[in-house]
């Protein structure tokens, strides 16, 4: 339904090693986004790279990123909400730091 809804074709064999886009919730629910059609895409690509470089697995750990922050007070909720719906990536060096030095997934949470 949301490949349809985005016009995109759903991926043959999207899992595992092969796995190339991931319905993804814009502001995730763990910082309080809706789970509406709205606020989820596929999240594809790019080709050719490592699964870890994927876009929803940098995004993921981006979330956990933002989570962090909310949950030491070093960020409210409503920024980080607003911040990763206007452009996630604007965090991606943020998180890849915090995530050196910790578990950053959704069973690090």
Known sequence: ????????VHPVKNFGENQTCELDHLVPLSLGGADTLDNIWPQCGPVGVSAENLYFRKKDRV???LGWMVREGKMSLADAQSGIAKDWTQYL??????CSSRKCDSSGQ
Do not use: F, S, T
């Open 1 to 8: 339904m949301v490949y349809d809804w985005y016009q995109i």
């Open 63 to 65: 979330e956990y990123y």
């Open 93 to 98: 060096a943020a998180a890849a730091e915090l």
